[in-house]
Protein backbone atom coordinates (compact mmCIF):
# COMPACT_ATOMS: atom_id res chain seq x y z
CA UNK A 1 0.00 0.00 0.00
CA UNK A 2 1.29 3.37 -1.18
CA UNK A 3 0.37 6.54 1.24
CA UNK A 4 0.43 8.84 -1.83
CA UNK A 5 -2.25 6.50 -3.28
CA UNK A 6 -4.29 6.39 -0.16
CA UNK A 7 -4.41 10.00 0.12
CA UNK A 8 -5.12 10.85 -3.13
CA UNK A 9 -8.13 8.45 -3.62
CA UNK A 10 -9.55 9.49 -0.34
CA UNK A 11 -9.49 13.14 -1.41
CA UNK A 12 -11.19 12.57 -4.76
CA UNK A 13 -14.08 10.34 -3.54
CA UNK A 14 -14.49 10.92 0.49
CA UNK A 15 -16.34 13.76 1.84
CA UNK A 16 -14.01 15.66 3.56
CA UNK A 17 -15.73 16.80 6.86
CA UNK A 18 -12.86 16.44 8.27
CA UNK A 19 -9.32 18.11 8.02
CA UNK A 20 -7.42 14.99 7.89
CA UNK A 21 -3.31 14.80 8.45
CA UNK A 22 -1.49 13.64 5.74
CA UNK A 23 -0.86 10.02 7.85
CA UNK A 24 -2.30 7.09 6.57
CA UNK A 25 -2.81 3.68 9.15
CA UNK A 26 -2.44 0.73 8.32
CA UNK A 27 -2.10 -1.54 11.39
CA UNK A 28 -1.66 -1.06 14.93
CA UNK A 29 -0.74 -3.20 17.88
CA UNK A 30 -1.33 -2.21 21.71
CA UNK A 31 -0.09 1.47 22.03
CA UNK A 32 1.61 1.66 18.24
CA UNK A 33 -0.32 2.58 14.80
CA UNK A 34 2.04 2.14 11.63
CA UNK A 35 2.10 3.32 8.08
CA UNK A 36 2.48 1.59 4.80
CA UNK A 37 6.06 2.73 4.60
CA UNK A 38 6.90 1.32 8.44
CA UNK A 39 6.11 4.36 9.82
CA UNK A 40 5.01 4.22 13.52
CA UNK A 41 3.02 6.50 15.70
CA UNK A 42 2.53 6.48 18.98
CA UNK A 43 -1.01 7.18 19.55
CA UNK A 44 -2.22 9.80 22.56
CA UNK A 45 -6.01 10.23 21.14
CA UNK A 46 -6.75 6.25 21.59
CA UNK A 47 -8.86 6.93 18.13
CA UNK A 48 -10.47 10.01 19.78
CA UNK A 49 -11.11 8.34 22.96
CA UNK A 50 -12.07 4.91 21.26
CA UNK A 51 -9.32 2.42 21.65
CA UNK A 52 -9.67 1.39 25.26
CA UNK A 53 -7.51 -1.79 24.91
CA UNK A 54 -5.39 -0.31 22.34
CA UNK A 55 -5.09 -1.32 19.12
CA UNK A 56 -6.15 -4.95 17.84
CA UNK A 57 -6.21 -6.32 21.65
CA UNK A 58 -5.53 -9.97 20.89
CA UNK A 59 -8.52 -11.54 23.23
CA UNK A 60 -10.74 -8.66 22.01
CA UNK A 61 -10.14 -9.02 18.33
CA UNK A 62 -10.38 -13.28 18.39
CA UNK A 63 -13.82 -12.58 20.24
CA UNK A 64 -14.81 -10.10 17.29
CA UNK A 65 -13.77 -12.91 14.74
CA UNK A 66 -15.58 -15.89 16.55
CA UNK A 67 -18.19 -14.21 16.84
CA UNK A 68 -18.30 -12.70 13.32
CA UNK A 69 -18.02 -16.49 11.90
CA UNK A 70 -20.98 -17.64 14.00
CA UNK A 71 -23.49 -14.86 13.30
CA UNK A 72 -22.69 -11.44 11.97
CA UNK A 73 -26.25 -10.31 12.36
CA UNK A 74 -29.74 -10.15 13.42
CA UNK A 75 -32.67 -7.63 13.94
CA UNK A 76 -33.38 -7.19 17.21
CA UNK A 77 -36.77 -8.82 17.01
CA UNK A 78 -34.78 -11.94 18.35
CA UNK A 79 -32.70 -12.83 21.17
CA UNK A 80 -28.48 -12.75 20.86
CA UNK A 81 -26.37 -14.09 23.79
CA UNK A 82 -23.67 -11.44 23.00
CA UNK A 83 -26.49 -8.56 23.80
CA UNK A 84 -28.14 -9.97 26.79
CA UNK A 85 -24.01 -10.91 28.18
CA UNK A 86 -23.36 -7.26 27.78
CA UNK A 87 -26.38 -6.07 29.59
CA UNK A 88 -26.47 -7.43 32.24
CA UNK A 89 -22.83 -6.26 33.06
CA UNK A 90 -23.35 -2.69 32.54
CA UNK A 91 -26.23 -2.69 34.73
CA UNK A 92 -24.41 -4.62 37.62
CA UNK A 93 -21.36 -2.68 36.84
CA UNK A 94 -23.58 0.94 37.46
CA UNK A 95 -25.92 -0.10 39.22
CA UNK A 96 -28.68 0.84 36.53
CA UNK A 97 -31.51 -1.79 35.51
CA UNK A 98 -31.97 -1.67 31.68
CA UNK A 99 -29.52 -0.82 28.74
CA UNK A 100 -30.45 0.22 24.98
CA UNK A 101 -27.80 -0.32 22.66
CA UNK A 102 -27.26 1.79 19.34
CA UNK A 103 -24.38 2.70 17.27
CA UNK A 104 -22.57 6.30 18.56
CA UNK A 105 -22.91 8.43 21.16
CA UNK A 106 -25.00 11.00 19.54
CA UNK A 107 -27.38 8.20 19.10
CA UNK A 108 -27.22 7.27 22.89
CA UNK A 109 -27.87 10.94 23.79
CA UNK A 110 -31.01 10.82 21.74
CA UNK A 111 -32.23 8.28 23.20
CA UNK A 112 -31.97 9.41 26.56
CA UNK A 113 -33.34 12.73 25.36
CA UNK A 114 -36.23 10.53 24.75
CA UNK A 115 -36.21 8.66 27.47
CA UNK A 116 -36.71 11.26 29.76
CA UNK A 117 -39.80 13.50 27.77
CA UNK A 118 -41.65 10.14 27.54
CA UNK A 119 -41.07 10.15 31.57
CA UNK A 120 -42.50 13.30 31.93
CA UNK A 121 -45.15 13.21 29.41
CA UNK A 122 -46.22 9.76 31.16
CA UNK A 123 -46.03 11.74 34.40
CA UNK A 124 -47.32 15.21 33.82
CA UNK A 125 -48.46 15.55 30.37
CA UNK A 126 -46.98 17.06 27.17
CA UNK A 127 -46.01 20.66 28.36
CA UNK A 128 -43.35 19.09 30.16
CA UNK A 129 -40.68 18.77 27.77
CA UNK A 130 -37.47 20.95 28.35
CA UNK A 131 -34.03 19.70 28.05
CA UNK A 132 -31.59 21.99 30.10
CA UNK A 133 -27.96 21.86 28.88
CA UNK A 134 -24.66 23.20 30.00
CA UNK A 135 -22.83 26.37 28.12
CA UNK A 136 -19.89 25.09 26.29
CA UNK A 137 -21.17 21.30 26.90
CA UNK A 138 -21.25 18.77 23.71
CA UNK A 139 -23.72 15.99 22.94
CA UNK A 140 -23.53 15.35 19.02
CA UNK A 141 -24.02 16.33 15.98
CA UNK A 142 -27.58 15.52 14.70
CA UNK A 143 -30.04 17.55 15.09
CA UNK A 144 -31.68 16.96 18.19
CA UNK A 145 -28.30 16.69 19.74
CA UNK A 146 -26.21 19.53 18.16
CA UNK A 147 -29.30 21.45 19.71
CA UNK A 148 -28.44 20.17 23.19
CA UNK A 149 -24.98 21.31 23.10
CA UNK A 150 -24.19 24.06 24.36
CA UNK A 151 -21.98 26.19 22.10
CA UNK A 152 -23.26 28.62 19.61
CA UNK A 153 -20.55 27.95 17.15
CA UNK A 154 -22.31 24.70 16.26
CA UNK A 155 -25.78 26.53 16.05
CA UNK A 156 -25.08 27.52 12.52
CA UNK A 157 -26.03 26.90 9.10
CA UNK A 158 -28.68 23.84 10.00
CA UNK A 159 -31.41 25.46 11.25
CA UNK A 160 -34.07 25.43 12.32
CA UNK A 161 -33.08 23.82 15.15
CA UNK A 162 -35.10 22.38 17.46
CA UNK A 163 -37.31 23.39 20.21
CA UNK A 164 -37.13 22.38 23.60
CA UNK A 165 -33.83 22.84 24.65
CA UNK A 166 -32.21 25.48 27.52
CA UNK A 167 -29.09 26.74 28.62
CA UNK A 168 -27.16 27.46 31.74
CA UNK A 169 -23.55 28.09 32.45
CA UNK A 170 -21.97 25.69 34.18
CA UNK A 171 -21.15 25.75 38.12
CA UNK A 172 -23.65 27.97 38.53
CA UNK A 173 -26.82 26.45 40.48
CA UNK A 174 -28.56 29.82 41.21
CA UNK A 175 -29.19 30.37 37.43
CA UNK A 176 -30.15 26.65 36.84
CA UNK A 177 -32.75 26.96 40.11
CA UNK A 178 -34.18 30.13 37.87
CA UNK A 179 -34.51 28.63 34.48
CA UNK A 180 -36.36 25.37 36.30
CA UNK A 181 -39.80 25.84 35.30
CA UNK A 182 -43.25 23.60 34.60
CA UNK A 183 -41.96 23.01 31.46
CA UNK A 184 -38.20 21.31 32.49
CA UNK A 185 -38.19 17.56 32.42
CA UNK A 186 -34.69 17.09 32.43
CA UNK A 187 -30.59 18.12 33.00
CA UNK A 188 -28.28 16.87 30.92
CA UNK A 189 -24.69 17.39 31.47
CA UNK A 190 -21.09 16.20 30.72
CA UNK A 191 -19.01 15.70 34.21
CA UNK A 192 -16.29 16.45 32.38
CA UNK A 193 -16.68 18.97 29.24
CA UNK A 194 -14.30 17.69 26.98
CA UNK A 195 -15.16 19.97 23.87
CA UNK A 196 -15.95 22.24 26.29
CA UNK A 197 -12.10 22.41 27.12
CA UNK A 198 -11.50 19.37 29.34
CA UNK A 199 -13.28 20.96 32.44
CA UNK A 200 -14.58 19.24 35.39
CA UNK A 201 -17.48 20.25 37.16
CA UNK A 202 -17.40 21.18 40.48
CA UNK A 203 -18.44 18.59 42.98
CA UNK A 204 -20.95 20.28 45.11
CA UNK A 205 -22.54 21.61 42.40
CA UNK A 206 -23.27 18.63 40.71
CA UNK A 207 -25.05 17.38 44.05
CA UNK A 208 -26.85 20.53 44.11
CA UNK A 209 -27.95 19.41 40.64
CA UNK A 210 -28.87 16.57 41.91
CA UNK A 211 -30.84 17.63 44.63
CA UNK A 212 -32.60 19.87 42.88
CA UNK A 213 -33.65 16.94 40.19
CA UNK A 214 -34.90 14.99 43.05
CA UNK A 215 -36.86 18.28 44.28
CA UNK A 216 -38.46 19.12 40.91
CA UNK A 217 -38.48 15.16 39.73
CA UNK A 218 -36.55 15.83 36.82
CA UNK A 219 -34.64 13.46 35.12
CA UNK A 220 -31.36 13.73 35.23
CA UNK A 221 -28.88 12.55 32.22
CA UNK A 222 -25.18 12.29 32.39
CA UNK A 223 -23.45 12.34 29.15
CA UNK A 224 -20.51 9.73 29.64
CA UNK A 225 -19.67 9.30 25.76
CA UNK A 226 -16.03 10.27 26.63
CA UNK A 227 -15.56 10.24 29.80
CA UNK A 228 -17.42 6.48 30.91
CA UNK A 229 -15.52 3.05 30.21
CA UNK A 230 -12.85 3.69 32.26
CA UNK A 231 -11.18 6.87 30.90
CA UNK A 232 -11.09 8.58 34.23
CA UNK A 233 -9.95 5.84 36.52
CA UNK A 234 -13.32 4.57 37.43
CA UNK A 235 -15.91 2.29 35.26
CA UNK A 236 -17.99 5.54 34.90
CA UNK A 237 -16.79 8.97 35.68
CA UNK A 238 -20.00 9.85 38.00
CA UNK A 239 -18.10 7.20 40.63
CA UNK A 240 -16.00 10.39 41.12
CA UNK A 241 -19.11 12.30 42.35
CA UNK A 242 -20.57 9.53 43.97
CA UNK A 243 -23.67 10.39 41.35
CA UNK A 244 -26.33 8.30 40.50
CA UNK A 245 -28.32 9.40 37.65
CA UNK A 246 -31.37 8.20 36.12
CA UNK A 247 -29.43 8.24 32.76
CA UNK A 248 -26.05 7.73 31.37
CA UNK A 249 -25.16 7.19 28.07
CA UNK A 250 -21.97 5.29 26.50
CA UNK A 251 -20.00 4.87 23.37
CA UNK A 252 -16.88 5.45 22.26
CA UNK A 253 -14.32 3.18 24.41
CA UNK A 254 -17.35 0.63 24.65
CA UNK A 255 -17.05 -0.92 21.60
CA UNK A 256 -13.07 -0.99 22.28
CA UNK A 257 -12.88 -0.04 18.04
CA UNK A 258 -16.36 -1.08 16.83
CA UNK A 259 -19.65 0.98 16.98
CA UNK A 260 -21.70 1.06 19.52
CA UNK A 261 -23.47 3.60 22.20
CA UNK A 262 -25.47 2.83 25.11
CA UNK A 263 -28.47 4.24 26.76
CA UNK A 264 -28.64 2.88 30.57
CA UNK A 265 -31.72 4.25 32.66
CA UNK A 266 -32.89 2.99 35.92
CA UNK A 267 -36.26 1.41 36.45
CA UNK A 268 -38.35 4.81 37.06
CA UNK A 269 -37.55 5.66 33.53
CA UNK A 270 -37.28 2.28 32.12
CA UNK A 271 -40.45 1.41 32.84
CA UNK A 272 -41.91 3.95 30.33
CA UNK A 273 -40.30 2.23 27.12
CA UNK A 274 -41.82 -0.10 26.30
CA UNK A 275 -42.40 -2.06 22.47
CA UNK A 276 -42.12 0.43 19.89
CA UNK A 277 -40.86 3.31 21.99
CA UNK A 278 -37.51 3.01 20.49
CA UNK A 279 -35.71 1.36 18.05
CA UNK A 280 -32.23 0.79 16.05
CA UNK A 281 -31.61 -1.36 13.55
CA UNK A 282 -28.25 -2.43 13.91
CA UNK A 283 -28.17 -1.53 17.94
CA UNK A 284 -26.49 -4.48 20.12
CA UNK A 285 -25.21 -6.06 17.36
CA UNK A 286 -23.42 -9.84 18.42
CA UNK A 287 -20.34 -9.30 16.56
CA UNK A 288 -19.95 -5.39 18.35
CA UNK A 289 -21.14 -6.41 21.72
CA UNK A 290 -18.65 -9.45 21.39
CA UNK A 291 -15.77 -7.32 21.37
CA UNK A 292 -17.79 -4.79 23.96
CA UNK A 293 -17.85 -8.00 26.86
CA UNK A 294 -13.66 -8.04 26.70
CA UNK A 295 -13.69 -4.64 26.70
CA UNK A 296 -16.03 -4.51 30.02
CA UNK A 297 -14.35 -7.32 31.53
CA UNK A 298 -10.69 -6.52 31.39
CA UNK A 299 -11.61 -3.12 32.81
CA UNK A 300 -11.12 -4.68 36.72
CA UNK A 301 -9.74 -2.66 39.61
CA UNK A 302 -6.25 -3.52 38.69
CA UNK A 303 -6.69 -2.15 35.39
CA UNK A 304 -8.58 1.02 36.02
CA UNK A 305 -5.80 1.64 38.84
CA UNK A 306 -3.18 1.82 36.28
CA UNK A 307 -5.42 4.36 34.53
CA UNK A 308 -5.35 6.88 37.38
CA UNK A 309 -1.57 5.96 37.93
CA UNK A 310 -0.58 7.71 34.60
CA UNK A 311 -2.96 10.19 34.73
CA UNK A 312 -1.04 11.25 38.13
CA UNK A 313 2.34 11.35 36.17
CA UNK A 314 1.00 12.57 33.06
CA UNK A 315 -0.51 15.30 34.82
CA UNK A 316 2.67 16.44 37.50
CA UNK A 317 5.32 14.77 35.35
CA UNK A 318 6.54 13.49 38.77
CA UNK A 319 7.35 9.85 40.09
CA UNK A 320 8.66 9.14 43.81
CA UNK A 321 12.08 9.20 44.46
CA UNK A 322 13.22 8.57 47.93
CA UNK A 323 11.15 8.67 51.25
CA UNK A 324 12.82 8.56 54.68
CA UNK A 325 11.27 9.05 57.98
CA UNK A 326 11.64 12.54 59.43
CA UNK A 327 10.28 14.09 62.75
CA UNK A 328 6.48 13.45 63.27
CA UNK A 329 6.44 12.60 59.46
CA UNK A 330 7.64 11.14 56.53
CA UNK A 331 9.76 13.23 54.13
CA UNK A 332 8.97 12.79 50.14
CA UNK A 333 11.09 13.59 47.38
CA UNK A 334 8.94 13.59 43.95
CA UNK A 335 11.47 13.30 40.60
CA UNK A 336 9.75 15.56 38.27
CA UNK A 337 9.90 15.23 34.24
CA UNK A 338 12.24 17.85 33.96
CA UNK A 339 15.18 16.35 36.50
CA UNK A 340 14.45 18.91 39.41
CA UNK A 341 13.07 17.51 42.77
CA UNK A 342 10.05 18.46 44.75
CA UNK A 343 9.98 17.89 48.77
CA UNK A 344 6.41 17.15 50.54
CA UNK A 345 5.72 15.95 53.69
CA UNK A 346 3.04 13.39 54.81
CA UNK A 347 2.16 12.60 58.66
CA UNK A 348 1.79 8.87 57.47
CA UNK A 349 2.62 6.54 54.44
CA UNK A 350 0.43 3.55 53.82
CA UNK A 351 2.27 1.27 51.55
CA UNK A 352 -0.99 -1.25 50.36
CA UNK A 353 -0.89 -4.49 49.24
CA UNK A 354 -1.33 -4.72 45.38
CA UNK A 355 -2.09 -7.88 42.70
CA UNK A 356 -0.09 -8.67 40.06
CA UNK A 357 2.97 -6.50 41.66
CA UNK A 358 2.50 -8.99 44.98
CA UNK A 359 4.74 -6.82 47.38
CA UNK A 360 6.09 -4.45 44.53
CA UNK A 361 4.79 -1.37 43.65
CA UNK A 362 5.25 -0.51 39.98
CA UNK A 363 7.93 -2.02 38.57
CA UNK A 364 10.74 -1.56 40.77
CA UNK A 365 9.92 -2.67 44.45
CA UNK A 366 9.67 0.98 45.55
CA UNK A 367 6.81 -0.08 48.28
CA UNK A 368 9.32 -2.54 49.41
CA UNK A 369 12.42 -0.21 49.94
CA UNK A 370 10.28 2.59 51.98
CA UNK A 371 9.00 0.38 53.91
CA UNK A 372 12.63 -0.72 55.41
CA UNK A 373 13.58 2.72 55.15
CA UNK A 374 11.34 4.06 57.53
CA UNK A 375 11.31 1.12 59.40
CA UNK A 376 7.81 0.15 58.91
CA UNK A 377 7.27 -4.04 58.21
CA UNK A 378 5.05 -5.29 55.33
CA UNK A 379 2.65 -7.94 56.57
CA UNK A 380 1.35 -10.40 55.40
CA UNK A 381 2.58 -10.34 51.72
CA UNK A 382 -0.83 -11.52 50.00
CA UNK A 383 -2.09 -9.96 47.09
CA UNK A 384 -4.83 -7.75 48.49
CA UNK A 385 -7.07 -5.74 50.95
CA UNK A 386 -9.60 -7.84 53.11
CA UNK A 387 -13.13 -7.03 51.99
CA UNK A 388 -15.46 -8.33 53.68
CA UNK A 389 -13.83 -9.90 56.85
CA UNK A 390 -15.54 -13.94 57.68
CA UNK A 391 -16.68 -15.24 61.15
CA UNK A 392 -14.51 -18.13 60.18
CA UNK A 393 -12.18 -17.62 57.45
CA UNK A 394 -9.97 -19.83 56.40
CA UNK A 395 -6.51 -19.05 56.74
CA UNK A 396 -4.20 -22.16 54.97
CA UNK A 397 -6.33 -20.23 51.43
CA UNK A 398 -4.64 -16.65 52.04
CA UNK A 399 -3.47 -15.24 48.60
CA UNK A 400 -4.96 -17.96 46.74
CA UNK A 401 -7.18 -16.65 43.49
CA UNK A 402 -10.17 -18.25 41.87
CA UNK A 403 -12.90 -16.87 39.08
CA UNK A 404 -16.21 -17.22 40.76
CA UNK A 405 -19.55 -15.57 40.77
CA UNK A 406 -20.11 -14.08 44.03
CA UNK A 407 -23.61 -13.60 45.65
CA UNK A 408 -24.34 -11.21 48.34
CA UNK A 409 -27.88 -12.89 50.31
CA UNK A 410 -30.02 -11.62 53.25
CA UNK A 411 -30.79 -15.05 54.38
CA UNK A 412 -31.82 -16.68 51.52
CA UNK A 413 -32.61 -13.52 49.52
CA UNK A 414 -30.17 -12.57 47.05
CA UNK A 415 -29.22 -8.62 46.72
CA UNK A 416 -26.70 -8.33 44.23
CA UNK A 417 -24.33 -10.70 41.94
CA UNK A 418 -20.89 -9.97 40.82
CA UNK A 419 -18.53 -11.84 38.53
CA UNK A 420 -14.98 -12.04 38.74
CA UNK A 421 -12.21 -12.77 40.51
CA UNK A 422 -12.35 -13.56 44.41
CA UNK A 423 -8.82 -13.57 46.39
CA UNK A 424 -9.07 -15.41 49.75
CA UNK A 425 -7.00 -13.16 53.04
CA UNK A 426 -6.15 -13.72 56.29
CA UNK A 427 -9.50 -12.62 57.55
CA UNK A 428 -12.35 -13.48 55.20
CA UNK A 429 -12.62 -12.72 51.12
CA UNK A 430 -11.38 -9.84 49.16
CA UNK A 431 -11.21 -9.10 44.96
CA UNK A 432 -13.07 -7.12 42.53
CA UNK A 433 -16.58 -8.89 42.90
CA UNK A 434 -16.23 -8.68 46.93
CA UNK A 435 -15.46 -5.35 46.58
CA UNK A 436 -18.02 -4.75 44.81
CA UNK A 437 -20.36 -6.37 47.12
CA UNK A 438 -19.05 -5.06 50.02
CA UNK A 439 -20.36 -1.58 49.70
CA UNK A 440 -24.11 -3.10 50.32
CA UNK A 441 -22.76 -3.65 54.04
CA UNK A 442 -21.14 -0.35 54.22
CA UNK A 443 -22.57 1.57 57.50
CA UNK A 444 -26.18 2.43 57.26
CA UNK A 445 -27.27 -0.46 55.42
CA UNK A 446 -28.50 -2.85 58.39
CA UNK A 447 -28.93 -7.09 57.00
CA UNK A 448 -29.94 -9.30 58.96
CA UNK A 449 -28.27 -12.16 57.87
CA UNK A 450 -25.85 -11.31 55.23
CA UNK A 451 -23.93 -14.33 53.48
CA UNK A 452 -21.52 -14.44 50.68
CA UNK A 453 -22.18 -17.35 48.51
CA UNK A 454 -19.27 -18.96 45.94
CA UNK A 455 -20.12 -20.23 42.65
CA UNK A 456 -16.64 -21.37 41.71
CA UNK A 457 -18.05 -23.05 38.31
CA UNK A 458 -20.76 -20.05 37.26
CA UNK A 459 -20.76 -21.89 33.60
CA UNK A 460 -21.92 -24.93 34.30
CA UNK A 461 -25.52 -26.03 35.79
CA UNK A 462 -25.28 -28.24 38.97
CA UNK A 463 -26.07 -31.15 36.84
CA UNK A 464 -23.43 -30.64 34.18
CA UNK A 465 -20.65 -29.93 37.41
CA UNK A 466 -21.98 -32.92 39.18
CA UNK A 467 -21.14 -35.22 35.53
CA UNK A 468 -17.93 -33.67 35.30
CA UNK A 469 -16.94 -34.19 38.72
CA UNK A 470 -17.86 -38.12 38.31
CA UNK A 471 -16.26 -38.35 35.04
CA UNK A 472 -12.99 -36.83 36.79
CA UNK A 473 -13.22 -39.05 39.33
CA UNK A 474 -12.76 -42.15 37.39
CA UNK A 475 -10.17 -41.02 35.60
CA UNK A 476 -8.15 -40.03 38.95
CA UNK A 477 -9.08 -43.23 40.29
CA UNK A 478 -5.78 -44.13 41.33
CA UNK A 479 -4.68 -40.80 42.53
CA UNK A 480 -4.46 -38.60 45.55
CA UNK A 481 -6.92 -36.38 46.56
CA UNK A 482 -4.73 -33.63 45.47
CA UNK A 483 -4.26 -35.43 41.64
CA UNK A 484 -8.33 -35.38 41.90
CA UNK A 485 -8.33 -31.59 41.87
CA UNK A 486 -5.62 -31.09 39.41
CA UNK A 487 -7.19 -29.18 36.32
CA UNK A 488 -10.47 -28.29 38.06
CA UNK A 489 -9.62 -26.04 40.69
CA UNK A 490 -6.24 -24.88 43.08
CA UNK A 491 -5.52 -28.14 44.97
CA UNK A 492 -5.91 -26.07 48.74
CA UNK A 493 -9.28 -24.55 47.21
CA UNK A 494 -10.24 -27.97 46.46
CA UNK A 495 -9.61 -29.85 50.02
CA UNK A 496 -11.28 -26.48 51.26
CA UNK A 497 -14.52 -27.21 49.41
CA UNK A 498 -14.01 -30.87 49.62
CA UNK A 499 -14.33 -30.46 53.66
CA UNK A 500 -16.96 -27.89 52.77
CA UNK A 501 -19.22 -30.58 51.28
CA UNK A 502 -18.55 -33.00 54.23
CA UNK A 503 -16.94 -35.60 51.50
CA UNK A 504 -15.70 -38.70 52.78
CA UNK A 505 -11.50 -38.82 53.28
CA UNK A 506 -11.83 -41.11 50.65
CA UNK A 507 -11.97 -39.89 47.46
CA UNK A 508 -13.26 -42.55 45.29
CA UNK A 509 -16.68 -41.62 45.95
CA UNK A 510 -19.60 -42.53 42.92
CA UNK A 511 -21.66 -39.57 44.34
CA UNK A 512 -20.81 -36.05 43.59
CA UNK A 513 -23.58 -34.51 43.98
CA UNK A 514 -23.17 -32.80 47.38
CA UNK A 515 -19.51 -31.33 46.46
CA UNK A 516 -21.12 -29.86 42.93
CA UNK A 517 -23.83 -28.25 45.16
CA UNK A 518 -20.97 -26.58 47.49
CA UNK A 519 -19.04 -25.35 44.80
CA UNK A 520 -22.34 -23.68 43.29
CA UNK A 521 -23.28 -22.42 46.69
CA UNK A 522 -19.88 -22.50 48.76
CA UNK A 523 -21.54 -19.82 52.12
CA UNK A 524 -19.20 -17.36 54.32
CA UNK A 525 -21.42 -16.17 57.16
CA UNK A 526 -20.62 -13.73 59.54
CA UNK A 527 -19.73 -11.12 57.13
CA UNK A 528 -18.63 -7.24 57.75
CA UNK A 529 -16.91 -4.81 56.10
CA UNK A 530 -13.33 -4.13 56.69
CA UNK A 531 -12.52 -1.38 59.00
CA UNK A 532 -9.40 1.55 58.35
CA UNK A 533 -7.24 -0.94 60.98
CA UNK A 534 -7.91 -3.90 59.23
CA UNK A 535 -7.39 -2.65 56.02
CA UNK A 536 -3.98 -1.58 57.87
CA UNK A 537 -3.02 -4.80 58.98
CA UNK A 538 -4.00 -6.70 56.00
CA UNK A 539 -2.95 -4.63 53.56
CA UNK A 540 0.35 -4.14 55.67
CA UNK A 541 2.73 -1.49 55.10
CA UNK A 542 3.65 1.20 57.98
CA UNK A 543 2.57 1.27 61.11
CA UNK A 544 0.13 4.07 61.73
CA UNK A 545 -0.39 6.35 65.09
CA UNK A 546 -2.86 9.16 65.11
CA UNK A 547 -2.75 11.16 62.62
CA UNK A 548 -4.33 14.35 60.94
CA UNK A 549 -5.88 13.14 57.25
CA UNK A 550 -5.53 16.60 55.95
CA UNK A 551 -2.49 15.31 53.35
CA UNK A 552 -3.28 13.37 49.88
CA UNK A 553 -0.96 12.85 47.16
CA UNK A 554 -1.47 10.12 44.37
CA UNK A 555 1.99 10.35 43.34
CA UNK A 556 3.17 6.98 43.28
CA UNK A 557 1.57 3.51 42.32
CA UNK A 558 0.77 1.24 45.46
CA UNK A 559 1.35 4.37 47.83
CA UNK A 560 -0.93 5.87 50.01
CA UNK A 561 -0.63 9.11 52.20
CA UNK A 562 -3.13 9.72 54.62
CA UNK A 563 -5.51 12.53 52.98
CA UNK A 564 -8.89 14.15 53.14
CA UNK A 565 -11.12 11.60 51.91
CA UNK A 566 -8.90 8.19 51.25
CA UNK A 567 -10.44 6.95 48.25
CA UNK A 568 -7.26 7.49 47.00
CA UNK A 569 -6.50 5.33 43.42
CA UNK A 570 -3.32 5.02 42.82
CA UNK A 571 -2.16 1.77 43.06
CA UNK A 572 -0.44 -0.86 40.69
CA UNK A 573 -2.46 -3.58 40.13
CA UNK A 574 -4.43 -3.75 42.96
CA UNK A 575 -7.32 -2.32 44.85
CA UNK A 576 -7.55 1.24 46.49
CA UNK A 577 -8.83 2.00 50.15
CA UNK A 578 -12.25 3.23 48.83
CA UNK A 579 -12.88 -0.29 47.41
CA UNK A 580 -11.42 -1.72 50.63
CA UNK A 581 -14.35 0.04 52.63
CA UNK A 582 -17.01 -0.69 50.34
CA UNK A 583 -17.97 3.39 49.59
CA UNK A 584 -15.47 6.56 50.06
CA UNK A 585 -18.17 7.68 52.17
CA UNK A 586 -17.89 4.44 54.68
CA UNK A 587 -13.67 4.82 54.49
CA UNK A 588 -14.59 8.64 55.19
CA UNK A 589 -16.72 8.06 58.54
CA UNK A 590 -14.14 4.76 59.84
CA UNK A 591 -11.09 6.48 59.78
CA UNK A 592 -12.28 9.78 61.57
CA UNK A 593 -12.73 7.83 64.42
CA UNK A 594 -9.20 6.53 64.68
CA UNK A 595 -7.30 9.72 63.13
CA UNK A 596 -7.01 12.49 65.11
CA UNK A 597 -8.15 16.05 63.65
CA UNK A 598 -5.11 18.79 64.82
CA UNK A 599 -4.19 21.11 62.71
CA UNK A 600 -0.42 21.65 61.47
Excluded at 464 to 475: N, P
Aim: hydrophobic share 40%; proline share 4%; aromatic share 8%.
Amino acid sequence: MDSEKVIKRDNEYVLHTYNRNPVVLEKGHGLYAEGPEGQKYLDFTSGIGVNSLGYCDLAWAEAVSQQAHKLQHTSNLYYTAPCGKLAKKLCKRTGMSKVFFGNSGAEANEGAIKAARKYSVDHYGKDRYNVITLVNSFHGRTLATLTATGQEVFHNYFGPFNEGFQYVPAGDIEALQELVDRHTCAVMMELIQGEGGVMALDPDYVQAVRALCDEKDLVLIVDEVQTGVGRTGTFLCCEHYNLKPDIVTLAKGLGGGLPIGAVLMNEKVAEGMGPGTHGSTFGGNPVVCAGANVVVDRLDQSFLAQVSERAVQLRTGCTVSTLRQSKGGYAVQFTTAEGGTENLRADAVICAMGGAAGPQFGTDGFGTRFAADCGGQMRPLYPCLTALQCARPNKSLAGIRAKAAARLLDGDRVLAEEMGEVQFTDYGLSGICIMQLSGLLAPGRRLRDPVVELDLFPELSEIDLTRLLARHAIQTASDTLAGFWTGLLNVKLGYALWEAANMPNNRSVKQMQPLAHTAKHWRFEGLAPCGWRQAQTTGGGLALTEVEPTFQFKGCPGLYFVGETLDCAGSCGGFNLHWAFGSGLAAGRDAAKHLCSRKR
